[in-house]
């Protein structure tokens, strides 16, 4: 099946950085990727969808200042996480769709924030 | 609206017994479903998908899933579980229509598999 990579796959940095994720496509074009959140213990909660080329669509309640998405290629996604505080620790999972009803997912990036 | 129950938070088997992971949906849409597997610290991985083929579906390493549209269900079954079983499971439906990203995660199942 398609492959999708994220890099980090963990990251620990102090209160007021930014942190940049990435989450590539390795054998095929993902036209729309998807960034999700995972708190200990629960499900994932998608956060915004990122359109390559164009504006990322964020869910309600997440701050897209806060969340960069950028889409500047059909294999490559970042989420960038600004200003980190500790709150913002968490599991971070991207997928990429191939069809209209499937995605695959990444590895996850787990931030720390200290 | 669309939703998606699992109904069971947390389920210990013993090794070499049947597992039973159980899920319902709700939706006026015709669904396609997953099961999706998570090791600590990792990524999902598919199990098996129903895409309006076959009710039941057959998966990796064991598993498979039977499509009740009647029971609006989408139960999780493995004849016998095994220690790297272990792990966190989300049905997860998704929809023509609706938003962009369509898929609907279930609050996940823990599965413990004891010797």
């Known amino acids: 099946g398609a492959v999708v990579s994220q890099h980090p796959s963990r990251v620990i940095c102090k209160s007021g950085t930014s942190v940049k994720i990435e989450c590539r496509s390795l054998?095929?074009?993902?036209?729309?990727m998807f960034w999700y959140r995972q708190f200990p213990k629960q499900s994932l909660m998608l956060m915004a969808t990122s359109n390559e080329g164009s504006k990322a669509t964020y869910e309600q309640g997440v701050e897209k200042d806060k969340f960069l998405i950028n889409h500047a290629s059909l294999t490559l996604s970042t989420l960038t996480v600004t200003s980190a505080h500790p709150e913002d620790s968490s599991f971070y999972i991207c997928?990429?769709?191939?069809?209209?009803?499937?995605?695959?997912f990444g590895p996850g990036t787990r931030l720390t924030v200290l | 609206a669309q939703s998606v129950t699992q109904l069971d938070s947390h389920v210990s088997v013993s090794e070499g017994t049947p597992v039973l992971l159980r899920c319902n949906y709700s939706?006026?849409?015709?669904?396609?479903l997953f099961w999706y597997v998570q090791h600590p610290n990792k990524g999902l991985q598919l199990l098996l998908k129903y895409t309006s083929a076959a009710t039941l579906v057959k998966g990796i390493n064991g598993f498979e899933a039977e499509f009740k549209k009647s029971e609006t269900s989408f139960h999780l079954t493995k004849p016998s579980a095994h220690m790297s079983d272990a792990a966190e499971y989300f049905c997860?439906?998704?929809?023509?229509?609706?938003?962009?990203?369509?898929?609907?995660f279930g609050k996940g199942t823990k599965l413990s598999v004891k010797p």
């Open positions: 997928s990429a769709r191939v069809s209209s009803n499937e995605q695959f």
């Open positions: 997860v439906v998704t929809f023509y229509g609706g938003s962009q990203g369509n898929l609907i």
């Open positions: 054998d095929f074009q993902a036209t729309t």
């Open positions: 939706s006026s849409y015709s669904p396609s």
